[in-house]
């Protein structure tokens, strides 16, 4: 059994996901499962997901007939397709360096309780174009969940997208699918929830 599913839920990314797919199958860290989800994309997503559905690290590719309206109802479906301990949901418009998911794997059992773990980021455009960065000074420390919370959720929001962050899959069958509902900033009730649950590193 994978110890990490990797999703990857997809909408008019096209030109993305060649990229996506390919930072996530060449992981030096290769106990993983990866789920690709499309929302109805009318770009040629569909082509690019098919060209690597025998791959066998893929265990999963849905393609909906009907936009959801939002992407969290796509994580959601994700996160219920998936069979590992580690859900690390990676959007399809970025990619990664191939070392992050074991960094991601280290972190989040340095402690039992880790609910999360989580990395820098980068917010690049065209080509290789730093824009900006996210820092934070504690990343080396396990961060106790109300701290986290109040500190880095609440006021500010460290985990700036799903694709910087690995979560314990048996904390998210405690939180509620409100997050869904949302078009934008679903993200931040659903780290919120998880967070709930234990540590963050």
């Known amino acids: 059994m994978p110890e990490v599913s990797v ?3 997809n909408y008019n990314h096209a030109k993305f996901l060649v990229q996506r797919i390919e930072s996530v199958l060449n992981q030096t860290y290769q106990n993983f499962e990866l789920i690709i989800l499309d929302d109805c994309s009318d ?11 025998n791959h066998p690290k893929i265990s999963h590719t849905v ?3 009907i936009n959801s309206g939002g992407p969290f109802y796509q994580w959601e479906r994700g996160i219920n397709l998936a069979i590992g301990k580690y859900v690390w949901i990676a959007e399809s418009d970025d990619w990664c360096e191939p070392s992050l998911l074991q960094e991601l794997v280290d972190g989040i059992k340095k402690d039992s309780q880790c609910v999360i773990s989580y990395c820098q980021m980068s917010c690049i455009i065209n080509d290789n174009d730093i824009k900006w960065q996210s820092y934070h000074n504690y990343l080396s420390e396990v961060v106790e969940s109300k701290t986290f919370i109040e500190k880095y959720l609440a006021v500010h929001v460290s985990i700036y997208n799903a694709s910087m ?10 939180i509620s699918s409100d997050f869904t509902s949302f078009k934008f900033s679903g ?8 967070a709930q649950h234990g540590k963050t590193h």
């Open 7 to 9: 999703i990857i839920p």
């Open 43 to 53: 770009d040629n997503s569909q082509q690019v997901i098919l060209s690597y559905k």
């Open 63 to 65: 393609f909906n007939e």
């Open 165 to 174: 962050a690995i979560f314990k899959r048996s904390a998210f069958e405690f």
């Open 187 to 194: 993200d931040r009730l659903f780290w919120i929830q998880i």
